[in-house]
């Protein structure tokens, strides 16, 4: 749903001309010290981009999901990285505030992170705890009016810089799967939580990801989001459903620059005295691009306006992820192709994004952990009761 469809429109043109004219730019430098400069998070900050999705009563655009995708699109058509340092505060690093927070943890936390002062992580994932999210070791134990936290936490962006973390620890180790799974906000600075040395990844230079520790870390129990033990599942997989949606979004616009960037190599080059762009096989990989490209489009738009007029997204959320992180994939691969051995040097650019968009895959839900979901699904709404 897009509220008000001329102003709209003037934002992501101007939008647009940030990320051509600011960001894109700076690709190459990102890159090379594997951070986002001080000086683009600022101007980042200045064009409200920590606050897109955060409502307008706490500083934030409040955007709806639709308008949330279309915003992704834009932002993402340059490195992972710059998206990737507002995209905890845009997605999974406040919905859970946004989604079950109380009263007073919003009023105290959202407009920090919609300003850009505070950034966030969510903190999931652990070394036996993936996939099986439910499956997760980090506890808290009650002890008067706090909860001790112990644990590991791993892959957790923004997490090096990270100023407030929405921990997923467990309340009641009798309770089996998710029942006994809460969620804890945890300020950065709390004794007890500390962070690991970012990772050396394979891609998505300038986005720092690291292991998070807790060892005796006391928290207030009134640092439970929403205010309820054994919540926390819940509320994780409804930052998730929104997030998977904001995600196949973000794998949508280094698909479109991936294939604005190969036209333009492929009108250029020429070999055997004509342009690579008049080649029949060059032409067929750039309209297997464009199709998969606006298939995801379509997809994804449709489950954003389902999702705005309330409708149960939990599947074609699952869809949407699936298909537009493979989607991507597909598309780099064709485009490293089209450019040849250009494609492997790293002057070129494509081979970056080749590496970056290789992580969409496996994040928010591995590709084989959404089919299943997407079959249990679907032979569920058939009338069927399919197993583990």
Do not use: W
């Not at 009108?267 to 055997?272: E, Y």
């Amino acid at each position: 749903m897009i509220r008000d469809p001329d102003g709209f429109s003037a934002f992501l043109d101007a939008l647009r001309r940030f990320v051509r004219e600011q960001l894109t730019p700076r690709e190459a430098d990102v890159a090379r010290s594997d951070e986002v400069p001080d000086d683009l998070v600022r101007a980042m900050a200045a064009q409200g981009m920590f606050g897109y999705s955060i409502p307008e009563t706490y500083g934030g655009a409040g955007m709806t999901t639709e308008e949330l995708i279309r915003a992704a699109i834009e932002l993402s058509q340059c490195s992972v990285a710059f998206r990737a340092r507002v995209g905890t505060n845009t997605g999974i690093g406040s919905e859970a505030l946004v989604a079950d927070g109380t009263e007073q943890q919003k009023a105290h936390y959202l407009p920090r992170m919609a300003s850009g002062e505070l950034t966030g992580c969510f903190a999931l994932t652990e070394p036996q705890a993936g996939s099986d999210a439910t499956a997760l070791r980090t506890t808290a134990v009650r002890d008067g009016d706090s909860f001790v936290l112990n644990g590991e936490k791993c892959f957790i962006t923004n997490a090096p810089l990270a100023g407030l973390f929405t921990v997923m620890a467990r309340t009641d180790p009798d309770a089996p799967g998710a029942r006994g799974i809460s969620a804890f906000i945890v300020e950065r600075g709390t004794p007890g939580l500390s962070t690991g040395q970012p990772y050396e990844k394979m891609g998505q230079a300038g986005s720092p990801v690291s292991s998070v520790h807790f060892d005796d870390c006391r928290v207030p129990a009134a640092n439970i989001i929403g205010g309820h033990e054994g919540m926390g599942f819940k509320t994780a997989m409804k930052v998730l459903n929104k997030q998977r949606i904001h995600l196949a979004a973000l794998c949508i616009g280094p698909a479109i620059r991936m294939l604005d960037d190969t036209m333009r190599f492929v009108a250029q080059r020429q070999q055997f005295g004509k342009p690579l762009m008049d080649f029949q096989l060059i032409q067929a990989m750039l309209a297997d691009c464009q199709t998969d490209i606006q298939a995801a489009l379509a997809l994804v738009l449709q489950t954003a306006r389902e999702r705005d007029a309330g409708q149960d997204v939990t599947l074609n959320a699952s869809i949407c992820k699936y298909f537009a992180s493979e989607m991507c994939g597909r598309v780099s691969d064709r485009c490293v192709q089209m450019h040849g051995g250009y494609g492997y040097i790293a002057d070129q650019g494509i081979e970056r994004f080749y590496r970056d968009v290789r992580l969409f895959r496996l994040y928010e839900g591995t590709s084989q952990i959404h089919q299943l979901t997407i079959a249990r699904h679907t032979l569920t709404q058939a009338g069927y009761a399919p197993g583990r």
